[in-house]
């Protein structure tokens, strides 16, 4: 596996990586097995104050880091920016929150004294996408060292300097040796990490693919894991939706990050009397948008991350079309030397059309006419994917009632799609399984040990006892 930064805005090769000898490799586990025993010794607490300086230095860094993202996998100057103020803003979160969270918890018990206490596991080996280089490790970095659990990061081959930074950071804030430790795996060094006993657990984000095959690693050798996949994410109005609201979060719910993102909106579900209306507006909006250098502030338009994301993208819509998809809008080429792509617009998918199902990464969006309420719902859930969603109604209860119904981790009411630290993120179905951030998040990868205690046994009361 190549580890090289190529901007794809100009195509040009920056830098290349090598991958880890054996000797490195072995250090690595070695150093946060030996970091793993040496936190068991700390309180939870004693690990805030260093969580709260990553994120300083996050902020303080922010531009330079920014622009890494830039020129790394073309993401706009200004949501580079924000990805990394949202790094510092769940770094933050757990360092004030998790030691209160990590707290036992009683149990009301005939055996006695009962409580269950947290514990680390472990090292943990996390995997990680190219689409939100930092946020992605963020996630997983962050309840995870407040936690005691160090951790192996293996980021994508096309975001090595994104990976490198990130690391620069959390060693810079003085984290002890081995709190996250960056290494160039290939596909069968992520195996042989994972088979190491020192490895406790697996987070992955990335494609369904990759997902298969490190569950199937990480099940072998019987470690825990969480997978976070791809989506192809409802995006449901009801005949009583305002579309001037939801033209203003539909015409970025499939651009944003050039619609590299597993909860982007895929699929817009619209009643039938909204759609006619909603398509031409989206159309209209889909076409002001402004391709051209992602570290200019009037760029609109970004370019995809790879020639190869691109050259998939192409083949899919391609596909869609050959097999009776209306093209509506875009597909076109863009006049400029970096990877973009055009916004564009498919409808008339019919579910026997590979497109129905498949998850396309980029800006790309399925439209869909519906006649009632439960066909919508019905159709929402007719996917192999189960990651996020959104519905739009005026009657905030009905759409509630409407997203209860939905089959996916995660779904939004007359709102954009949130992500904050205290949210839960994560999806079923194809999406993967687990979650992360939040309670549950700081909580995947715990030791939830039951420790009851009495003065003395009663043998006069033994019920339940096992021997």
Not at 143 to 165: C, D, F, R
Not at 254 to 263: F, I
Not at 405 to 416: L, P, S
Request: charged share 20%; with cysteine; net charge negative.
């Amino acid at each position: 596996m190549a580890y090289k930064t190529i901007n794809p805005f100009t195509n040009e090769i920056i830098k290349t990586f090598s991958n880890p000898t054996e000797k490195q490799i072995e250090h690595a586990l070695t150093v946060g097995n030996n970091l793993y025993h040496q936190w068991q010794k700390e309180p939870f607490s004693a690990r805030a104050e260093k969580l709260h300086e990553i994120a300083d230095l996050l902020l303080k860094n922010k531009e330079k880091l920014a622009k890494v993202l830039v020129v790394e996998m073309g993401k706009l100057i200004g949501e580079a920016r924000g990805e990394v103020e949202l790094c510092a803003l769940i770094a933050d979160y757990f360092a004030d929150h998790s030691a209160e969270l990590l707290q036992p918890a009683s149990i009301n018990t005939k055996a006695g004294e009962a409580r269950v206490e947290k514990h680390s596991v472990g090292v943990l080996l996390m995997v990680e996408p190219w689409n939100f280089p930092y946020y992605q490790i963020m996630r997983v970095f962050a309840p995870n060292y407040m936690v005691g659990n160090p951790m192996i990061l293996k980021h994508s081959s096309n975001t090595p300097s994104s990976a490198e930074a990130f690391e620069k950071i959390v060693n810079e804030a003085g984290a002890p040796e081995g709190s996250l430790t960056n290494l160039f795996l290939t596909h069968n060094q992520v195996d042989q990490v994972i088979a190491d006993p020192r490895i406790q657990g697996v987070a992955l984000t990335g494609s369904e693919r990759g997902g298969s095959s490190v569950a199937q690693a990480a099940g072998k050798y019987l470690k825990k894991s969480s997978m976070e996949l791809g989506g192809n994410d409802a995006f449901i109005v009801l005949d009583d939706a305002d579309l001037d609201q939801v033209l203003k979060v539909a015409a970025r719910a499939r651009t944003y990050n050039a619609g590299q993102v597993c909860t982007s909106s895929k699929r817009f579900i619209v009643a039938d009397n909204l759609y006619d209306e909603f398509l031409e507006r989206l159309g209209q909006s889909y076409k002001n948008f402004k391709p051209g250098d992602p570290l200019d502030e009037n760029t609109t338009l970004a370019p995809m991350s790879s020639a190869k994301a691109k050259s998939k993208l192409e083949e899919q819509v391609n596909e869609a079309i050959a097999h009776g998809a209306t093209l509506y809008q875009g597909n076109s080429q863009i006049n400029l030397p970096g990877q973009f792509f055009e916004p564009t617009i498919l409808t008339d998918i019919t579910q026997d059309n590979p497109a129905y199902y498949e998850e396309m990464f980029g800006s790309v969006a399925q439209v869909y006419r519906v006649h009632s309420e439960q066909e919508a719902i019905d159709l929402a859930n007719n996917s192999h994917y189960g990651l996020g969603g959104i519905v739009f109604s005026k009657n905030k209860e009905r759409g509630k009632k409407v997203a209860s119904q939905i089959e996916t981790g995660m779904v939004f009411v007359n709102t954009f799609l949130y992500t904050l630290p205290e949210l839960p993120f994560g999806g079923v179905k194809n999406s993967g399984y687990g979650r992360e951030m939040s309670t549950i998040g700081l909580n995947a990868f715990v030791n939830e040990k039951l420790i009851v205690a009495v003065d003395k046994p009663d043998f006069d009361n033994r019920a339940g006892a096992l021997f």
